[in-house]
């Protein structure tokens, strides 16, 4: 048989073998995708399971979180945190504006301020007082501290910045006599923050959904969380309380 008259063979061969080819690609991709929503449902059960041993669940809310309804936030919510201050000089656009129309719902309402390893206590409480006056809402005072910049562990001044961060919290506490919690992650709280003030209120901000020992009051399970309100997604962060709802009830002095 000359060479050309293999011809028609190799190319019904070809023919076959990228028909084949396409046929377990195909297979692939269909087990693949399978699978993938096989472990997406999993693990939406498994964060299900998780979050239902927490029965108070809250949300923090800044300027970029957009026009949220307080009323429709309240049916799944028990608590709303409003960004209200950072440093000595910065305050959020929509504070005010957040916090008249978070009244009347039935959630309770926080505040929170950020510190500043720049600004001196004084500078700062003064700042907040200010910008806040008497709308602080009813739960405790949250002062959220991050590290930047040189502001960091490797730091060796950071011992007399935990002593500014400890006389801001005396002057809020003193001030507004509700209570003030220390919003940071594992790492600021354990290296910065308890060496100032070792028995403070803490709310973890990169905390996993289980229970933490005292002094853990609040766990930020998704900083970057997202709502659906009018078929508009707000962004949001997703917190729990770590406790019961009896506990609950003395914590935001619901009596």
Known sequence: MRRRDYQPIYEDTFRRRRRWHRVVVLLIALLLGGFGTWGWHQWQQYHAAQLAQFPVRGVSINQDSGYLDFQQLAKHHQFVY????????????????NYSRSQGASMKVGVVHTFSF??????????FSQIVGNETGTLPIVVNVAYYDQFNSDNQSMAKQGQKLKALVTRL????????????????????????????AEWVVDGKLQHYAAPVQLIEYDATGRLTQSGQSQAVGLSVFNGTRRQWATFSHDD
């Open 173 to 200: 506490e003193n001030t507004y006599q509700q209570g003030v919690i220390i919003q940071a992650k594992q790492a600021v709280l354990t290296q910065f923050v308890r060496p100032a003030l070792p028995h403070q």
């Open 82 to 97: 409003l960004q209200a201050t950072s440093g000595a000089t910065y305050s959020d656009d929509d504070f005010s504006n």
């Open 118 to 127: 720049t600004s001196s206590a004084k500078r700062q409480y003064a700042h």
